[in-house]
């Protein structure tokens, strides 16, 4: 799977949107982007997944670059409960193929 | 979306005694499940790959002998630490494979004094 590097930590104020970016830029054609988040002495939870055309779901919105080179997950309204590690994952879509998880950004909503 | 629980979420036990994880799932069937373990303020690492019916796939470091794994139904996976030390305290964190993306139990924290 494709490595991804993304920035240790971020802060954004409560009810602003928090714009994550995420660099894969040794992305393969047939892997798909995943975003999890862990909220602390949680286990993960799963936000977001796409392939190339940008998603939307109650939770979030991602954003993946043409080249498919990098994407940003966007929180469009943080709450304090956002607070987490979020973990961007590009692996491909197989069943019963794990996830490997990096050192994430680690997420801070401040009052 | 699917649901995976995890029990107990918390545990302590002396050295040399032995802890059993379960993780299930609850609204799905999973011929695969993964067992994760996470230091703190580290990542997730996966230890080994559970497949209903077959023997668990470690990975490289992990001994066998020491984490029992057990898959004997689609519905349920065990992790046993053996003669659990202080070293093995950690979080251990189950997940279930989906059709597209994994369900993540709500972990473990094991505690060994």
């Known amino acids: 799977d494709a490595k991804t590097t993304q920035p240790p930590s971020m802060d954004c104020a409560e009810g602003r949107a928090a714009n994550l970016p995420c660099n894969h830029s040794t992305i393969s054609g047939n892997e798909y982007v995943y975003w999890y988040r862990q909220i602390h002495s949680q286990g993960p939870q799963y936000i977001i997944h796409g392939l190339k055309n940008n998603e939307t779901n109650e939770m979030a919105s991602l954003i993946i670059t043409e080249d498919r080179k990098s994407s940003t997950l966007i929180l469009p309204h943080a709450t304090l409960r956002d607070t987490a590690v979020y973990y961007c994952i590009v692996r491909v879509d197989n069943y019963g193929q794990n996830f490997v998880f990096g050192p994430g950004t680690r997420l801070s909503v401040l009052p | 979306g699917a649901v995976v629980s995890q029990h107990p979420s918390r545990v302590i036990c002396k050295s040399g005694t032995s802890v059993k994880i379960e993780c299930r799932s609850l609204d799905f069937q999973a011929t695969t499940m993964f067992w994760y373990r996470q230091f703190p303020k580290q990542s997730l690492m996966l230890m080994a790959t559970s497949n209903e019916g077959s023997k668990a796939t470690y990975e490289q470091g992990v001994e066998k002998d020491k984490f029992l794994i057990n898959h004997a139904s689609l519905t349920l996976s065990t992790l046993t630490v053996t003669s659990a030390h202080p070293e093995d305290s950690s979080f251990y964190i189950c997940?279930?494979?989906?059709?597209?993306?994994?369900?993540f139990g709500q972990g473990t924290r094991l505690t060994v004094v």
């Open positions: 997940s279930a494979a989906g059709n597209t993306e994994a369900f």
